[in-house]
Nanobody, 123 residues
Framework: QVQLVESGGGLVQAGGSLRLSCAAS????????MGWFRQAPGKEREFVAA????????YYADSVKGRFTISRDNAKNTVYLQMNSLKPEDTAVYYC????????????????WGQGTQVTVSS
């Protein structure tokens, strides 16, 4: 069992920045690839970014490419999502998730989820 706890969400103006963190409970964190997803009201949960277990490979949705950066610190059991140039359409609850296999953009494939953190971008 891996417990994930997100933090760092909040209210920001368009064009601003936020950094989300996701802390994992287990030392085996480094064995998992990690992903960030988001869900806006009335919409399905969508893939945002992912990173391999080593941090050597990263993946992004087209909508955030060039604005968001995913990274991880295995010594701290933490994955980050740096979000720059935020837009109102980035408003959503952001979730981190862990996957024990190859990174995929499908939420159903992930093994563990955090409780989510709200990000609101005002225009």
């Amino acid at each position: 069992q891996v417990q994930l706890v997100e933090s760092g969400g909040g209210l920001v103006q368009a064009g601003g920045s936020l950094r989300l963190s996701c802390a994992a409970s287990r030392r085996t964190f480094s064995r998992y690839a990690m992903g960030w997803f988001r869900q806006a009201p009335g919409k399905e949960r969508e893939f945002v970014a992912a990173i391999s277990w080593s941090g050597g490979s990263t993946y992004y949705a087209d909508s955030v490419k060039g604005r968001f950066t995913i990274s991880r610190d295995n010594a701290k059991n933490t994955v980050y999502l740096q979000m720059n140039s935020l837009k109102p359409e980035d408003t959503a609850v952001y979730y981190c998730a862990a996957i024990s296999s190859t990174v995929v953009p499908d939420p159903w494939a992930y093994d563990y989820w955090g409780q989510g953190t709200q990000v609101t971008v005002s225009s």
